[in-house]
């Protein structure tokens, strides 16, 4: 969060402090018995292990829910027409938390809530989520893989965690496009396959609203993958995807995990939209 803030200090943008999410809002994706579940209660010293990367520890909970009150009130605000887009830096992610299970260091599927929030509490028929993180979005799919009223669109290295992803996954009303980039991809050829496969389907869907999940974990310094791409790779992502959105785009953090490359990107990726939506 320190790399994210030093990175965007350049920009001239409007700061506000994510709020508490409301339960109501984490219910619109998973059940309450695993809200229960991630709301039990740590000790100081301790921590307990959801699975081999994801820890609750005394404050995992309180976090999380400003990740969700982050997502909602971006959505409200954007909705609202105070601005064209917003961008929420939380911790944690959320595109791996599926229906009621937590990992990938994710406990609520953030985006997703978003565009359940969107959906119906706001009453929009179409809203896009495009994952852009190198890692699979599988939480996501799983918590709208029956939502009609939603395109979700990925690029994603395989083979990679958490091993989900491919094309032939297609979700229960054929919304959803996945696209696989090999080790080793490049912006250059990134950009190539984007153009040819998810920014036409994205056009052609006409989105209401646009979510996007900003992994920034695809940039070559990354440790966590074998992807190429450069910080300006995610400003032509960034500008690309806003020509995209009908002008109504909310962006939340996801991965990222080399602090330079991580400040780096986001600025990139926040200063392009920030040109066009001026």
Known sequence: MQAVGQGLEGLSLERREA??????????????????????????QDCIALDGDTWLSPGSHRAAMRAVGGITAA???????????????????GHHAETARAMGFCLYGTAAIGVKRALDHHGLARVALIDFDVHHGNGSQDLLWDEARCFLAGSQQMPLFPGTGSAEERGAHNQILNLALRPSTDGAHMRRLYEQRILPALSDY?????????????HARDPLAQLEWQSEDFAWLGSRLFELSGGRMVSTLEGGYDLPALAA??????????????
């Open 19 to 44: 709020p508490p999410g409301e339960e109501a809002e984490v219910l619109r994706c998973h059940p309450q018995s695993y809200l229960d579940r991630m709301k039990t209660p740590v000790a100081p």
């Open 265 to 278: 990107s986001t600025a990139a990726y926040i200063g392009a939209i920030s040109a066009l939506a001026k």
């Open 75 to 93: 959505v409200d605000a954007v909705l609202a027409g105070e601005d064209a887009t917003a961008f929420v830096a939380a911790r944690p992610p």
């Open 206 to 218: 006409r989105p209401e609203l646009l979510i996007v999940s900003a992994g920034f974990d695809a």
